[in-house]
């Protein structure tokens, strides 16, 4: 049996951090996309169990250990995942629980088991700010592309998301085939329609107009929103007035890709994506760095542990970045804030930054998590208050 891949979404954040059942099981690991390299990836996996299970038995007998590990174990012997699988790998498990993540970045290997689930890099992922999606359209098909700057992949469509303007107007779309045809064959050739009754390429605009308006409003409730990521339309130059003109789609970016998504590989829509949104994320990281040293400097801001755990839990932290590769072993009480510093390799221990991040999120704050290399502070984190 196929293991269920769990979409990473705000939502599925959010109930993972909702609270579980302990123990919680978290194990990260790097893997690789093609042969033979992915060879390693089951043995690395298994080595990641072992660890688990070494942690589990410290504090639960045998028999409770085995059942908490079986979810583990069966996927661990599930061949065809080990062939489909990207660049990093997040399973966490519990006695009520059990999430496959497949992700588009490599992670640390991490074995941990703890009172709630270890997030953060999940967190990295949904919370980067150089996370993007492509909206490949034409008047006749609708790509999804989810990426950063180091790689793009396909989305696969919601199934509220129609593939085609056949199947988005049915039978309220005119003329079918003569439709198509104005609409630019396979390759992307722009071929109008010359008709002799003006009135018919009429209403194959009116027809587009409806089409792209039916794919504004099923990506935006499919995608868009459950992702929160910036939206960025890859299409020809016709078709970009004519979808911004009807789109209702907060997350869409004025700039975008004049080309036809169906001509290029992948790769070069990739190059050419972070290219347009490069700017966008290099300005959006100056401007946090810059709405903290203010309000730092209004005793409205801080990258103090002990005084951010505090805030947190109170409800005062509006904004709060994470540094991506910092890990700060304890445990953290969300009613106090009080902070205790441990040993992460113990059981029930996990990192305090990310369990400030997700009492941060409960309580209605923004978390960002940051590149190292661009983190504005030298504790890990940095907190904004709103009062």
Known sequence: MT??????????????????????LSLYQPTHRRHPENQQDPIRFRNLMKELDVSLRQKF???????????????????????YT???????????????????RSVAEL???????????????????????VLGLSRHEVQLLEGNRDVLDEVDLAAGVPRTITEALG????????????????????????????????????DADRFFRAIDRAVLEHHSQPSGLPL???ALPEHH????????NPFLIAEGLTINPNALPIDEIRKSAWQVFEPQYQARLAALADEFAVAKSKGLGSDDLTQVAQAAATGRVATLLIESD???????????????????????????LDDLGALVEKMGGRVLVIPSERMVTQTGLAAIYRY
């Open 326 to 352: 910092r890990q700060i072993a304890g445990r953290l009480d969300g009613a106090t804030g009080r902070i205790e510093v441990a040993e992460l390799s113990h059981p029930q221990v996990d990192d305090l």
């Open 86 to 104: 990207l660049d990093g790998l997040a399973v966490l498990g519990g006695p009520s629980l059990f999430q496959v993540f497949v992700l588009q």
């Open 111 to 133: 074995a941990v088991v703890a009172d709630s689930f270890h997030t953060k890099p999940l967190r990295r992922f949904l919370q980067s700010v150089d996370r993007y999606q």
């Open 3 to 24: 293991q269920k891949r769990t979409l990473l979404t705000i939502e599925s954040l959010a109930e993972l951090t909702s609270g579980h059942q302990t123990p919680c």
């Open 232 to 234: 960025m339309l890859a």
């Open 241 to 248: 007035h004519r979808f911004h003109q009807v789109s209702h």
């Open 61 to 83: 007998p045998a028999v409770e250990t085995r059942l908490l590990l079986e979810p583990f174990e069966a996927l661990a012997d599930e061949r065809d995942f080990w062939k």
């Open 171 to 206: 039978d309220e779309l005119t003329e079918p085939s003569q439709t198509v045809a104005s609409y630019g064959g396979v390759g992307g050739t722009h071929t109008p329609m010359r008709h002799g009754d003006g009135g018919k390429t009429a209403q194959v605009d009116i």
